[in-house]
């Protein structure tokens, strides 16, 4: 089947030779907890949870130090006790991270100055600098990759089981950021939340209980032979499982339904996502659901939908009332960040505030409407005060973008404006 958007590799020995290094080493995630997060995502599609699920759109080597993940983790916490304290909701607390390290892209080479040059997929693959030796793709970078993605999975483990993330630690989570209206927003509910945590704690309520919190990982599953190295027989059950993470997707330019990406993740247990954008039918959803889902199993498969402010409201309708009516239980959930990619005057990869916000307004009120579960939010996003997207209530402008660009691909939330959505999101929530 055709193998879209992967690299050449110039030498076919070299990549054998970290496939077998990758299928002889350990799997990064266990059956076990996939199998719960199936669940967990079965109960948000009934309108039972909500999947926040977010993190940069490429992690890269050089960043996956512990301050920045620890950044993007406390990040993830905070928007999370905002949806749940806010909408009293379960929320499913996922990373696009620990393997978010390929990417596909729409041109195959990039011409500066008259050199032309491989286009950057990823620290997976190769390097981002505009050089030659940078740009060639280079199979060493996969066990990179999974030597990364392990270490990430172990502080997160760390911080998420390790009292880190215990709710009582909810204004801790908001230290060393400078002052700002989300972080004043913030403030004043960490202490209402702690006033909640005394009381309970009064009438003798089980803290051991929240200690720890449930965190996952995620990331597009783009590159095959990666994926298919890290795939294992779990001895439970004879089935097969992508132990690279706990949810995998597929994206947008890889969903063909004759390609080898849907046809690869129609052979494992994992929860499935698929992006859907703008041109998405029903005919093709529905030809989604029967090749990944074909029994229809309540957590399987989850719609990732990112088809733009200016056009959600017209395209989703007919989408979820096609896979409704065909009696399919996926989970629908908004990506308000692709669709709304501009350039701005300056030259920068942005996106505005408003827009994204807009999308994730519009994808409330398709579900509203129509009776169906809006059942997640999917988001590019980091924990650090950098400037890529427009706008917010610290009014981010053009010139302000020069500040702190630093994403390598696409433009992500910083730190403040991902507590600004959570607020927005959870009165959405709680109507
Ligand atoms: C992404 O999630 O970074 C991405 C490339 O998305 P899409 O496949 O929706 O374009
Ligand atoms: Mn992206």
Redesign the pocket.
């Known amino acids: 089947m055709p193998r879209v958007q992967q690299p050449t590799w110039p030498d076919e020995s070299a990549r054998a030779g970290v496939f077998d290094q990758l299928r002889a080493a350990p799997p990064l995630v266990f059956a076990g907890e996939v199998d719960v997060l199936r669940g967990r995502l079965a109960a948000a599609a009934r309108g039972e949870a909500f999947l926040l699920q977010g993190g940069d ?1 490429a992690e890269t080597f050089a960043e996956s130090t512990a301050d920045r993940i620890r950044n993007k983790i406390r990040t993830i916490l905070q928007m999370a006790a905002v949806l749940t304290y806010g909408a009293s909701v379960p929320v499913i607390k996922m990373g696009r991270m620990a393997g978010q390290f390929a ?2 892209r729409s041109a195959d080479e990039e011409t500066r100055d008259g050199l032309t040059l491989p286009t950057y997929r990823g620290d997976a693959v190769n390097g981002h600098g505009f050089t030659e030796t940078d740009r060639l793709p280079d199979p060493e970078r996969l066990w990179r990759t999974y030597t990364t993605s392990a270490q990430t999975l172990n502080l997160l483990r760390a911080f998420t089981a390790g009292g880190f993330a215990d709710l009582r630690e909810v204004h801790s989570w908001n230290q060393g950021f400078v002052s700002g209206p989300g972080y004043d927003r913030y403030e004043q509910l960490a202490r209402e939340i702690d006033k909640a945590v005394r009381f309970m704690n009064a009438i003798g309520a089980d803290f051991d209980a929240i200690q720890g919190v449930e965190f996952y990982s995620s990331h ?1 599953a783009l590159l095959l032979d990666y994926e298919e190295a890290l795939s294992r027989i779990d001895s439970r059950t004879g089935e097969v499982y992508d132990c690279s993470g706990h949810f995998l997707w597929i ?3 890889t969903r063909q339904l004759d390609g080898a990406h849907v046809d690869f993740l129609s052979r494992v247990r994992n929860p499935i996502g698929v ?1 859907l ?1 703008p041109d998405a039918s029903v005919q093709d959803a529905l030809a989604l659901i029967d090749a990944l889902d074909p029994e229809r199993e309540p957590g399987r498969l989850t719609f990732i939908t ?1 088809m733009g402010a200016g056009k959600i409201r017209d395209r989703l309708p007919a989408l979820v009332e096609g896979v409704r009516d065909a009696g399919a239980q996926v989970a629908w959930v908004t ?1 308000p960040m ?1 669709g709304n990619t501009i350039t701005s005057s300056n030259g920068y990869k942005t996106r505005r505030f408003e827009d994204i916000l807009d999308e994730v307004v519009g994808f409330f009120e398709v579900h509203r409407a129509l009776g169906t579960v809006p059942a997640g939010l999917h988001m ?1 996003l980091t924990g650090d005060d950098v400037t890529e997207v427009l706008g917010g209530a610290g009014l981010i402008d053009e010139a302000g973008l020069e500040r702190r660009y630093e994403t390598l ?2 433009p992500r939330l910083n730190h403040q404006q991902s507590l600004e959505l959570a607020f927005l999101v959870a009165e959405m929530l709680a109507e």
Request: proline share 7%; glycine share 14%; charged share 60%.
């Open positions: 759109c990417k596909p597009e994206g947008e330019r992006k954008g990112r990506d692709h590019e691909v696409d």
